[in-house]
């Protein structure tokens, strides 16, 4: 502005600028500013194809083809002919999986994301169903939903990111939903129903009447059931109705201790039919839930008081490969030995045949599992106790375990460090809860007073030492050993850790499940088996995309849409040999 105003007015705008400038004035000049248009409340807001803004590459296009490829034939049976027209059951599929595959669970939440997030919208095909109908869903197709998650892993078997021919197999606790306060115990029920047959025997002998002593009398080695107390109680009852009125007050006080006893007993009966309720819901279990009678308590890693308090739970026990969930199942044992066989023979259920290879920790190791497996022709790589500490030299070293101990198969016999032999004299058996019955074979030495060696041998101050082996658990230890110390063996035990953990890691901390939301363990098997299939896409998706980033030759790169193109016409055009598999 000064250098293009006149000469004459320059002489006085240089002392305006000086003015200004010394007194930190500023002049304010309006500038022109030229915003887009903005109009939310106009007639046509969004594109005429709401997908226009979903990616190519994005994950919901992968869920939308792989559930059209599903065979969802049984769903149809679950709805009826007449009312009402339900949703279709392949949409409301479609939006739980990838409801899921968000860390959404709350049919609530899937409610509001199908009215603001635009994948819901187009998923759904703007239909919007309220969280009551979803859970509806969610229920009604529990016992079908298990037959589409082989589906999905037989899908993932023929495009070659499973073989089903190994099982890593590892276990975790999840809570269940019921309060922890809700505990009923084995032995607190067992120790409170023998008092209670205490004083049904004592009240009977007090009644004087001769029915309720003869009942007394033939049930003194017979345990009283409900049943038998009712009919007492209802004679008792009959033959004072049959007893003429009493007439001074010595007879009515009698026959009010009578009523009074009659009414104790139908306490007892009542209280003796649910403590039996208690033993038949328990089962072979020590305790449930009363809110949640399908779930157990035990202890679990998540302990925020670090007091090792108990609370109702369920066994997770999932096999994976290649960080897909291939199988699932839940069991009330706490300890991990005990669910293996049924474990493996859920396995052979679903996909007609068992896993060639099985890897599992040390928790899984036991003689019952190792024949179980070696029956079927499995290659057991399952790790027994001692296992890595076999592998030590101070372990090695030891003369006086059982392990290093030498033994002479012709004989029978061992020989301890001293040279003495050991010989056979007696056997053992013991039987696992399963029904499983082993042998032990006990050894006892010589003589052992005076031995320089019996410091570290044996340690008690009379008798000579005694061992009990295992013949035939220490014959599998040994072909485990082999197997694990093979250059597969190695390979196996490099990846276990980052097989069934990572998806153990990826499920309770990157995608919040660590808690059931439903009661019963057949809801929880269905909420489970919505999560594995939402995990099992999620991770496909992911490895599609990563395969796609990858170079197919030395300079080029694979688009990503083209990978996905490629998954989904794999999918439409084995749909139907992966259909009749899983049949």
Same mark, same amino acid.
């Not at 199988?327 to 045949?353: E, Q």
């Given at each position: 502005?000064?250098?293009?105003?006149?000469?004459?007015?320059?002489?006085?705008?240089?002392?305006?600028?000086?003015?200004?400038?010394?007194?930190?004035?500023?002049?304010?000049?309006?500038?022109?500013?030229?915003?887009?248009?903005?109009?939310?409340?106009?007639?046509?807001?969004?594109?005429?194809?709401?997908?226009?803004?979903?990616?190519?590459?994005?994950?919901?296009?992968?869920?939308?083809?792989?559930?059209?490829?599903?065979?969802?034939?049984?769903?149809?049976?679950?709805?009826?002919?007449?009312?009402?027209?339900?949703?279709?059951?392949?949409?409301?599929?479609?939006?739980?999986?990838?409801? %899921?595959?968000?860390?959404?669970?709350?049919?609530?939440?899937?409610?509001?994301?199908?009215?603001?997030?635009?994948?819901?919208?187009?998923?759904?095909?703007?239909?919007?169903?309220?969280?009551?109908?979803?859970?509806?869903?969610?229920?009604?197709?529990?016992?079908?939903?298990?037959?589409?998650?082989?589906?999905?892993?037989?899908?993932?078997?023929?495009?070659?990111?499973?073989?089903?021919?190994?099982?890593?197999?590892?276990?975790?606790?999840?809570?269940?939903?019921?309060?922890?306060?809700?505990?009923?115990?084995?032995?607190?029920?067992?120790?409170?129903?023998?008092?209670?047959?205490?004083?049904?025997?004592?009240?009977?002998?007090?009644?004087?009447?001769?029915?309720?002593?003869?009942?007394?009398?033939?049930?003194?080695?017979?345990?009283?059931?409900?049943?038998?107390?009712?009919?007492?109680?209802?004679?008792?009852?009959?033959?004072?109705?049959?007893?003429?009125?009493?007439?001074?007050?010595?007879?009515?006080?009698?026959?009010?201790?009578?009523?009074?006893?009659?009414?104790?007993?139908?306490?007892?009966?009542?209280?003796?039919?649910?403590?039996?309720?208690?033993?038949?819901?328990?089962?072979?279990?020590?305790?449930?839930?009363?809110?949640?009678?399908?779930?157990?308590?035990?202890?679990?890693?998540?302990?925020?008081?670090?007091?090792?308090?108990?609370?109702?739970?369920?066994?997770?026990?999932?096999?994976?490969?290649?960080?897909?969930?291939?199988?699932?199942?839940?069991?009330?044992?706490?300890?991990?030995?005990?669910?293996?066989?049924?474990?493996? *023979?859920?396995?052979?259920?679903?996909?007609?045949?068992?896993?060639?290879?099985?890897?599992?920790?040390?928790?899984?190791?036991?003689?019952?599992?190792?024949?179980?497996?070696?029956?079927?022709?499995?290659?057991?790589?399952?790790?027994?106790?001692?296992?890595?500490?076999?592998?030590?030299?101070?372990?090695?070293?030891?003369?006086?375990?059982?392990?290093?101990?030498?033994?002479?198969?012709?004989?029978?016999?061992?020989?301890?460090?001293?040279?003495?032999?050991?010989?056979?004299?007696?056997?053992?058996?013991?039987?696992?809860?399963?029904?499983?019955?082993?042998?032990?074979?006990? %050894?006892?030495?010589?003589?052992?007073?005076?031995?320089?060696?019996?410091?570290?041998? %044996?340690?008690?101050?009379?008798?000579?030492?005694?061992?009990?082996?295992?013949?035939?658990?220490?014959?599998?230890?040994?072909?485990?050993?082999?197997?694990?110390?093979?250059?597969?063996?190695?390979?196996?035990?490099?990846?276990?850790?980052?097989?069934?953990?990572?998806?153990?890691?990826?499920?309770?901390? *990157?995608?919040?499940?660590?808690?059931?939301?439903?009661?019963?363990?057949?809801?929880?098997?269905?909420?489970?088996?919505?999560?594995?299939?939402?995990?099992?896409?999620?991770?496909?998706?992911?490895?599609?995309?990563?395969?796609?980033?990858?170079?197919?030759?030395?300079?080029?790169?694979?688009?990503?849409?083209?990978?996905?193109?490629?998954?989904?016409?794999?999918?439409?055009?084995?749909?139907?040999?992966?259909?009749?598999?899983?049949?």
């Amino acid at each position: 502005f000064f250098t293009q105003s006149p000469d004459f007015l320059k002489p006085g705008l240089c002392y305006v600028v000086k003015f200004l400038y010394l007194y930190n004035i500023k002049i304010k000049v309006m500038q022109r500013y030229h915003f887009r248009p903005y109009s939310p409340n106009q007639t046509i807001l969004f594109p005429q194809r709401i997908d226009k803004d979903i990616a190519e590459s994005d994950p919901v296009r992968l869920i939308s083809s792989i559930v059209e490829s599903l065979d969802l034939s049984n769903f149809r049976r679950l709805y009826k002919e007449r009312g009402r027209s339900p949703y279709n059951p392949k949409m409301l599929l479609k939006v739980v999986i990838y409801a %899921y595959m968000n860390n959404i669970y709350s049919c609530r939440r899937i409610e509001q994301a199908l009215k603001r997030d635009i994948h819901f919208i187009w998923l759904a095909a703007y239909e919007q169903p309220d969280f009551i109908t979803i859970n509806r869903f969610r229920n009604r197709v529990k016992d079908e939903i298990n037959n589409v998650f082989t589906q999905l892993v037989l899908l993932l078997s023929a495009k070659g990111l499973v073989s089903l021919d190994v099982e890593y197999i590892d276990g975790t606790k999840i809570e269940s939903k019921a309060n922890k306060y809700t505990f009923v115990w084995r032995k607190t029920v067992e120790k409170n129903r023998a008092k209670l047959m205490e004083k049904i025997k004592v009240l009977l002998a007090q009644v004087d009447d001769a029915i309720a002593q003869d009942k007394a009398a033939d049930k003194e080695t017979v345990s009283f059931t409900p049943e038998t107390l009712t009919e007492i109680a209802d004679e008792l009852r009959q033959s004072l109705s049959e007893q003429p009125a009493p007439r001074n007050k010595e007879e009515k006080e009698v026959v009010r201790e009578k009523k009074k006893q009659v009414k104790q007993l139908e306490k007892m009966r009542d209280k003796l039919s649910e403590y039996n309720n208690h033993l038949e819901t328990l089962g072979e279990r020590n305790s449930y839930s009363k809110s949640d009678p399908d779930a157990t308590f035990m202890r679990m890693k998540e302990d925020a008081m670090n007091n090792g308090q108990t609370k109702p739970g369920y066994n997770l026990q999932i096999a994976t490969e290649n960080q897909f969930i291939t199988d699932f199942g839940f069991f009330h044992n706490p300890n991990d030995t005990g669910t293996m066989i049924p474990f493996l *023979n859920s396995f052979s259920d679903r996909y007609g045949h068992f896993a060639k290879e099985a890897c599992a920790d040390s928790g899984y190791g036991s003689e019952e599992n190792y024949s179980f497996m070696e029956a079927h022709e499995m290659k057991a790589y399952v790790k027994y106790n001692f296992f890595h500490k076999e592998q030590k030299r101070a372990f090695k070293n030891d003369i006086f375990r059982i392990e290093n101990l030498y033994y002479n198969p012709e004989g029978d016999y061992f020989v301890c460090p001293m040279g003495q032999h050991m010989e056979r004299v007696g056997v053992s058996h013991g039987k696992t809860d399963s029904g499983y019955r082993t042998e032990s074979v006990v %050894y006892r030495a010589g003589y052992c007073q005076g031995c320089p060696l019996r410091w570290g041998c %044996y340690k008690k101050r009379k008798g000579n030492r005694e061992i009990e082996v295992n013949h035939r658990l220490m014959e599998y230890k040994r072909k485990v050993r082999e197997r694990l110390t093979s250059e597969r063996g190695l390979k196996h035990r490099s990846n276990r850790p980052i097989e069934p953990e990572a998806v153990f890691g990826q499920m309770k901390y *990157n995608m919040h499940y660590k808690r059931f939301r439903h009661f019963g363990k057949d809801k929880v098997t269905m909420d489970f088996a919505f999560f594995a299939i939402a995990f099992n896409i999620k991770k496909m998706a992911a490895k599609v995309l990563k395969q796609g980033n990858m170079p197919t030759n030395g300079r080029q790169y694979m688009p990503l849409t083209s990978s996905y193109t490629r998954v989904l016409g794999f999918v439409w055009s084995h749909k139907a040999e992966i259909m009749k598999n899983a049949a």
